[in-house]
């Protein structure tokens, strides 16, 4: 297999400024809407793209859990390496793709921590798997083997019998505060349509379509 022969044309849809949302919140929650009914799996999958205090940058795949107008949340380990590099330079982009629709979006804005209390109410939602690894796991931390981890796991399972698993201190959600978002539909022959919002001084949006 040549990978450089593999390629398709983008069909199914277009992006038109007179039919977008002017609000890209708003016109994001359509696409994940329109995502969703179009089958597509992991549709809250996004990739997190960070730098640290040097500027090198770092990415990986992680589940947005929320979202509204303040902006949209993720949780994790505070000791991992994502959230020391989001300490050390306290901005991010979001990636989603959704290849169902032909779709991307990336949205970029300041990062900061969320409310303990709203953290520790999420929490609380998870599966008991879940909370009791939250617990066992110190994220991107080397590990021995897969072997500790799970010794770690069953001795958490047996300190919290009842299943009542209170959130860990080293744990809680991040919040990107977007004050860009662009909106990517595929079309044919490598003429995509990018729709481009900025958010400005006074805090309304601007938009603009840009070259594919």
Do not use: C
Not at 37 to 53: K, Q, R
Not at 134 to 160: G, H, I, K, M, Y
Request: aromatic content about 10%; proline content about 7%.
């Amino acid at each position: 297999m040549n990978i450089g022969d593999i390629r398709r044309e983008y069909t199914r849809a277009e992006l038109d400024e007179a039919n977008a949302d002017p609000d890209p919140v708003e016109q994001f929650r359509r696409w994940l809407d329109d995502a969703e009914h179009a089958g597509a799996p992991d549709v809250s999958a996004m990739t997190l793209a960070t730098a640290d205090a040097d500027g090198r940058p770092d990415a990986r795949v992680v589940l947005l859990k929320e979202f509204d107008q303040r902006g949209f949340v993720f949780y994790t380990d505070y000791r991992s390496r994502k959230a020391a590099e989001l300490e050390a330079n306290p901005r991010a982009m979001l990636v989603f793709y959704w290849p169902a629709v032909e779709r991307q979006v990336r949205i970029g804005g300041a990062v900061g921590r969320i409310d303990p209390e709203a953290s520790a109410a999420y929490f609380r939602t998870r599966p008991l798997g879940a909370r009791l690894g939250a617990w066992a796991s110190t994220q991107s931390a080397a590990l021995p083997n897969r072997a500790v981890l799970e010794a770690d796991v069953e001795r958490l399972r047996v300190r919290f019998g009842d299943g009542n698993v209170p959130p860990p201190p080293h744990w809680g959600g991040f919040r990107v505060t977007p004050d860009e978002f662009e909106f990517w539909q595929g079309r044919e022959s490598r003429l995509h349509d990018r729709l481009a919002y900025r958010r400005g001084t006074d805090g309304t949006w601007r938009r603009g379509r840009l070259s594919p």
